[in-house]
């Protein structure tokens, strides 16, 4: 089975720096996926782990350690736009499909 | 990015009607998923297609759920016989290949009453 954990909400200021963890128990691994989903719309992709270690993209960083079944997504110079649900997510034992976690729920204050 | 087209964006029905939720993929992509995520829920993992045919499905998709992919072009989710449970957001994705990422459709917000 696959289980993921996150944090249900955070709050955090316009220009700050927030970080979101995310654990996870699968029994097998592909994979870490980090998705951004607004409100009313769909998950848009933002990243993806398979190695140890920390992947920047712009703003956006994320960072994973298999060994503890740990990943955090490093948002910097927060925007009020980045308000918004994030998706941890792991593939199922297939290699395909995404099982997702609750979200965390972001709210940037000014 | 691939587009990923659904319609219709609303559908309501009546509980115990049929409905069928179609996704048009503007792209090469060769895997195919619906998803479903019910208010303030997380998003649910429903069914893959590849090859035209199902390669992995989830508790949720049981016997009043199917998938087919008549034309090439269009990927369609059927719903039997609604329930009032079945109101969600139902959500159609491809894949280029195993370990991608994911590209998502706009979603189909189904309302059963």
């Known amino acids: 089975g696959q289980n993921i954990d996150q944090p249900t909400e955070m709050t955090a200021t316009e220009g700050a720096i927030v970080q979101i963890n995310c654990t996870y128990q699968t029994s097998g691994f592909n994979g870490l996926f980090w998705y951004q989903q607004h409100a009313g719309e769909a998950p848009t992709f933002l990243s993806y782990?398979?190695?140890?270690g920390l992947e920047e993209k712009g703003r956006f960083s994320s960072f994973l350690s298999r060994s503890k079944g740990y990943s955090y997504l490093l948002l910097k110079e927060l925007q009020m736009k980045d308000s918004a649900s994030y998706l941890c997510a792991t593939l199922t034992n297939s290699g395909y499909a995404l099982n997702f976690g609750k979200g965390t729920s972001l709210l940037v204050t000014p | 990015e691939p587009e990923v087209t659904q319609t219709p964006s609303h559908q309501v029905t009546q509980m115990g009607q049929e409905v069928i939720l179609r996704c048009v993929p503007i792209s090469n992509h060769l895997y195919f998923y619906w998803y479903r995520q019910i208010l303030g829920q997380k998003v649910e993992f429903l069914v893959s297609f590849y090859n035209n045919e199902i390669s992995e499905k989830s508790e949720i998709f049981d016997d009043q759920f199917s998938v087919e992919r008549p034309d090439g072009s269009n990927f369609t989710l059927k719903i039997r016989s609604t329930k009032l449970e079945d109101s969600a957001m139902y959500f159609c994705?491809?894949?280029?290949?195993?370990?991608?990422?994911?590209?998502f459709g706009s979603g189909t917000q189904l309302s059963v009453l």
């Open positions: 994705a491809i894949q280029g290949g195993p370990n991608e990422k994911l590209f």
């Open positions: 782990n398979v190695l140890d």
